[in-house]
């Protein structure tokens, strides 16, 4: 019954070495969120998708991108990661603004 | 801009006790207001919300009232479990700010039995 599934739940990976994390949603909702959470802190909002607008945050690093290639599927990669990127990022879905969010569970990311 | 300010943690308590997490905000708007509840090595799941002023939100025991003229949305639970330990965040969000999540820092709470 999940309804947002992120995957992996955890990733390791190497220090500059591209990586793509992945959510799933089976919602159909028109909103997709990627949010950075860092130990101990709240969530960051990244960027999101209205559909196949895209929205960036002002002060989200060049060196994090996404895709969302249909209503169900959008990727976070990051480019190039560093050891200050290591954090928990998760998921979200709307179906529109001001509704209320649905998270997956999270992958945390590991970089070596 | 718009803001949540919540309490700092950690809040430890018996098992049976009351708990309060305070949580005010500011907005321009009418924003809808959220707590969202984290356990260990999780995402984040939907506690409870409220739309609009003097609402009430209330889910597994916890509740939480809309108050406009102090703008705050304080969680309240008459009795905690163990099972309760977690980390609140409270969170608001409107139409100008894209449905973007605006989190309070969150709050742990640790019940001990």
């Known amino acids: 019954d999940a309804m947002v599934i992120q995957n992996p739940r955890y990733q390791v990976t190497q220090f500059g070495k591209p990586v793509t994390l992945s959510c799933s949603q089976t919602l159909n909702h028109n909103v997709m969120y990627w949010y950075q959470q860092k130990s101990s802190q709240a969530p960051k909002l990244l960027f999101h998708y209205y559909d196949k607008d895209f929205n960036n945050e002002a002060d989200t690093p060049d060196n994090f991108q996404s895709r969302r290639p249909n209503t169900s599927f959008c990727f976070l990669d990051i480019r190039s990661p560093g050891l200050g990127d290591a954090a928990m990022y998760l998921c979200a879905t709307t179906t529109g603004y001001n509704t209320e969010a649905f998270f997956g569970q999270g992958t945390r990311l590991t970089v070596v | 801009g718009n803001s949540v300010t919540q309490m700092e943690g950690p809040v430890t308590l018996s098992e049976e006790a009351f708990l309060t997490i305070n949580c005010t905000y500011t907005a321009t708007g009418y924003p809808s207001l959220f707590w969202y509840v984290q356990y260990p090595g999780e995402g984040l799941q939907l506690l409870l919300k409220a739309t609009k002023a003097d609402d009430k939100g209330s889910n597994k025991g916890f509740e939480a009232t809309y108050r406009k003229e102090t703008t705050s949305f304080h969680l309240e639970k008459g009795s905690v479990q163990v099972s309760d330990s977690a980390v609140y965040f409270c969170?608001?969000?409107?139409?100008?700010?894209?449905?973007?999540?605006?989190f309070g820092k969150g709050t742990k709470l640790s019940v001990k039995p």
């Open positions: 969170a608001l969000s409107d139409q100008r700010s894209q449905g973007n999540l605006i």
